[in-house]
């Protein structure tokens, strides 16, 4: 074989492996974006489904629940410890038929509407049921995580302690309350049912329960200070603006205000199919 004739041979052989080497490797990164897919889409509840629009707000905003038959009197300018839980402003009938609806546990479901009742006529402002419910569900499936429940006093039990916020996969948030709420004195952790840092809570904590203390881990002070914190700068969230607003001062992400979204429409859905 000349020398020209062995060289051409050689470069032909030089560019069909190095194709080879492209197409392999191409398959290689395809294989493995579908596999981190995977992993990543089996993740995800599997009812949930990402809204891709950042404008997502539920369908409707804030849904009302029936107030029980002496809800107007319990509030006309009692404290909060006269007043009594506000899971009992909420006719029961009402609540037993959404639980049994929606899938949302009873107990939680009275916090979430009491709540709402609560700041409609004590402060004029609008949460929804729905919304709060959205962030519950979101936070902590309503205080089950982990196999907890909400027990008959509102308390979630065992506590739900979230991971330590070191910067790793979270915010940089330093301990904030030497370990109190948390058990953590190095870094601030999320607590309760509906997830608060400890300086959160310390500044908006408030009675829900009627029993004179403010507790993260009980779900009527929980529920009653998520409420009155999505409240705090505004007088309702009935547009998609201040809802939006308001949920993403609560968590700042577009995948947070979807899920709360998507959440809080179908708990509407459920409970307007059911009445």
């Not at 049912?193 to 009675?207: A, C, L």
């Not at 829900?208 to 009653?224: K, M, R, W």
Request: hydrophobic residues 40%.
């Amino acid at each position: 074989m000349s020398a020209s004739r062995s060289f051409a041979l050689s470069t032909v052989l030089f560019f069909v492996i190095t194709a080879v080497s492209v197409v392999v490797l191409g398959l290689v990164v395809v294989g493995g974006y579908l596999a981190v897919r995977l992993v990543v889409e089996s993740s995800q509840p599997e009812d949930y489904e990402v809204s891709r629009d950042p404008n997502a707000a539920p369908g409707e905003l804030a849904t009302e629940q029936p107030l029980s038959s002496d809800g107007e009197d319990l509030l006309a300018g009692v404290s909060a410890e006269e007043q009594g839980a506000i899971s009992e402003l909420v006719d029961p009938a009402w609540v037993a038929e959404v639980s049994e609806a929606t899938g949302i546990p009873s107990r939680a479901l009275a916090a979430y509407a009491g709540a709402d009742a609560h700041l409609r006529q004590t402060q004029n402002c609008s949460v929804g049921w729905n919304t709060l419910a959205g962030i519950g569900f979101v936070e902590s499936r309503h205080g089950t995580l982990q196999g907890g429940t909400i027990e008959a006093d509102g308390v979630a039990r065992p506590e739900i302690i979230g991971i330590a916020l070191d910067g790793t996969t979270t915010a940089l948030i330093w301990d904030t309350d030497d370990g109190v709420l948390d058990g953590d004195p190095e870094y601030d952790r999320a607590v309760g049912p509906m997830q608060f840092i400890p300086e959160t809570w310390n500044r908006w904590g408030v009675d829900g329960s009627g029993d004179g203390v403010a507790s993260p881990h009980q779900i009527d002070d929980a529920a009653l200070t998520a409420a009155s914190y999505l409240c705090r700068s505004r007088s309702g969230l009935e547009d998609s603006s201040s809802w939006i607003a308001a949920i993403r001062s609560y968590n700042d992400s577009v995948e947070y205000q979807n899920q709360v979204a998507e959440a809080a429409s179908r708990y509407a859905a459920e409970a307007s199919a059911e009445g």
